[in-house]
């Protein structure tokens, strides 16, 4: 009876929380209306140090595929599900999460649904950035983040893209695979110019 009793502790501390979109009916599984997707571009990652913030989450897309970090200077509950829609994850590895013996009571978690159409989270960072990276497969399909810090929606925590904006809503919507943008070089302020 014990044994059972470990297992089932083990099995529930295993499980990502429930997590559902902040408002019912912005999912766009549920609507008639065309999702609008979200116009800051998440190309690149951000510059400079993600570490040792305050709590805030960074997302950004690159040729590898897409990236989620979290960082705190303080220990933070980062929550949340990436959602896909006419596409499929294909591969999910986790950066910097907690995964030994010494994490017992409250564990980092995250998983893949069977269908690999959804990916839920639920981790514990401070001063150091923990997160995952995601390759999509479709390139007709949607993205949808839905994140959270300490289970409150605030889109001002979020960071996106080498330009490092926050989305306009939470939960929100990028093609799965959305083209990657090189960032231009800028010519010098005064060119030198020479006479034939």
Request: proline share 9%; hydrophobic share 30%; aromatic share 6%.
């Amino acid at each position: 009876m014990l044994i059972v009793a470990a297992a089932v502790r083990l099995a529930v501390a295993q499980t990502p929380p429930e997590t559902k979109p902040a408002d019912e009916k912005s999912t766009p599984e549920k609507s008639d209306e065309k999702p609008v997707l979200e116009t800051v571009d998440p190309s690149n990652r951000p510059e400079g140090a993600i570490n040792d913030q305050t709590a805030r989450i960074y997302v950004w897309h690159d040729n590898d595929g897409w990236h989620v970090r979290t960082t705190a200077k303080n220990t933070r509950t980062f929550t949340g599900s990436i959602r896909v829609k006419d596409a499929k994850i294909m591969s999910c590895i986790s950066v910097g999460l907690k995964t030994d013996k010494k994490q017992t009571s409250d564990p980092d978690v995250w998983e893949v649904n069977g269908a690999r159409d959804e990916l839920r989270f639920r981790f514990h960072t401070g001063r150091l950035s923990d997160g995952f990276d995601l390759v999509v497969k479709g390139d007709d399909g949607q993205i949808t983040f839905d994140l959270q810090i300490d289970g409150h929606i605030a889109p001002k925590d979020i960071f996106i893209g080498r330009v490092r904006k926050h989305p306009s809503k939470t939960p929100f919507i990028y093609p799965a695979n959305p083209k990657v943008t090189v960032e231009k070089s800028t010519p010098p302020l005064s060119a030198p110019t020479t006479k034939p």
